[in-house]
């Protein structure tokens, strides 16, 4: 097997979301969870996505699983990388994107590399360096409030510029409009004067098809799932992949029990959640008994196995803002974070257990304990549910066939848990 593309994505659903995009492009792509071991077996494929939970952990090791998973993509033949990270830059000044970039820049020996978290179709825009969600700044959006990156800066050559040991630069819109040779020029010309990392503009799909043009030649890149579509378009019109219809099936169906998990603080999950309660019965858990060790996970687990029998449920541990920072003040950010994915994954492993073979799972890093608790290798991908949000079909799982979506926080319709639903059989 030779990749045409490799990609590490620093957390699930971004990964989902990816492998989304690739292959409504046409490429055959494989979302793994974890570096594969050397031995396992897939199948031919154009694209291989890497998933790791890496968002926010200790930028060290975030950068130890960063390397070895471009080490096991370019040793399957992949010859540009690239780094999936969040539309909306989730970060702090400590990393994790700069001190990851940095490394696998130096490891693959690129100049310069090509950096955005553009992707228009989800309202993710990059103008005069600055990162639009929708309408606003990045830090007039919901994301300043993130429970665990809160994003109070819009500038992405600052943001970036803070986390990384390399000069940051811009190629504006003006530049990308006049095409990719105009895109080309200017990045010879920032490396020239020592740049390692450009910002680039995005504002339209036909930008992100001139930045995947000039991508492609390049080792490595940093960037949302738009870079991805850039990346993908490029690879077929110049014959280094022979691009498939996209298949919206996820092969038989699975039957068995349904349920969906929430852990997302983002407005969007909050109003998903508001509108599952008209359909599907819904337990909103107690973060501060979480926290301070009752067994919440279990009370959760009594309530919801009665009810499987008749119909999905919903869990959440979902909650305000306010509410929010004021449990991070009570227990410290870290503390109450872990506390809460680590119980999520509980209920999740609770849940299979029980018989749940169709899961929905709301938020990255709630995605990432379950997951990992679940210890699912793969997937394979499957329909569209929204935009960067496919289902997917496990590999390899302990408890064999299984329907999974994990969807990033701010994600879907206002009714993605009923539409979920409807495509996972």
């Known amino acids: 097997m030779t990749l045409a593309l490799g990609c590490i994505a620093d957390d699930y659903t971004g990964a ?18 974890g570096v594969p071991a ?59 994107i700069g001190p990851v970039m940095d ?20 309202g993710r825009t990059v103008y005069q360096g600055n990162l639009f969600v929708g309408a606003v700044p990045l830090n ?41 040779e105009a895109v080309r020029a200017r990045l010879a010309e920032l490396a020239g004067k020592g740049v390692g990392a450009a910002i680039i503009d995005a504002v339209f799909d036909r930008d992100l098809e001139t930045i995947g043009r000039v991508a492609v030649d390049h080792r490595l890149s940093v960037g949302a799932s738009g870079i991805g579509l850039g990346l993908a378009r490029a690879l077929a019109s110049t014959g280094k ?51 301070t060790g009752a067994n919440e996970a279990q009370r959760a687990l009594d309530w919801a196995r009665p009810l499987l029998a008749e119909g999905p449920v ?25 506390a809460i994915e680590h119980a999520l994954a509980d209920i999740a492993e609770g849940l299979v257990q029980a018989g749940v073979r169709r899961l ?17 290798p793969g997937f394979l ?10 289902v997917l079909r496990a590999v390899g799982a302990e408890k064999g066939g299984m329907l999974l979506a994990l969807k990033s926080g701010n994600f879907g319709g206002a009714q993605f848990f009923s539409d979920a639903l409807g495509l996972m059989r």
């Open 140 to 180: 007039e959006s919901p994301l300043k409030d993130h429970p665990l990156n809160p994003m109070h800066d819009s500038n992405l050559m600052r943001v970036l510029g803070r986390q990384s040991k390399t000069q940051i630069a811009l190629v504006d819109l003006a530049t990308v409009t006049r095409g990719e």
């Open 38 to 96: 050397d031995d396992l077996a897939l199948p031919e494929v154009d694209a291989v996505v890497v998933s790791l939970k890496s968002r926010s952990i200790e930028a060290g090791l975030a950068v130890a699983r960063s390397r070895a998973a471009e080490k096991w993509l370019r040793g399957r033949g992949a010859s540009h990388v690239l780094f999936k990270i969040c539309s909306t830059f989730d970060s702090t000044d400590a990393g994790n």
């Open 16 to 33: 989902s979301d990816l492998a989304n995009t690739l292959t409504r492009a046409g490429l055959r792509t494989v979302q793994t969870i």
């Open 103 to 122: 490394a696998l820049r130096a490891d693959c020996g690129e100049a310069i590399v090509l950096v955005t978290p553009a992707f228009p179709e989800t």
């Open 381 to 390: 991908v499957g329909a569209e549910i929204a935009a960067g949000v496919p």
């Open 241 to 291: 992949v022979r691009s498939t219809a996209a298949s919206s099936e996820t092969g038989a169906a699975v039957g068995g029990a349904a349920a969906c998990l929430a852990g997302s603080c983002s407005q969007a999950t909050l109003q998903q959640i508001a509108n599952a309660e008209r359909v599907m019965p819904v337990l909103h858990l107690d973060a501060e008994r979480i926290i």
């Open 314 to 338: 919903l869990i959440a541990s979902s909650a305000t803002p306010d509410q929010v920072a004021a449990l991070q003040l009570r227990h410290g950010r870290d503390a109450a974070g872990h």
């Open 360 to 376: 929905i799972v709301a938020g990255g890093e709630t995605s990432g304990a379950v997951v990992d608790r679940l210890k699912i």
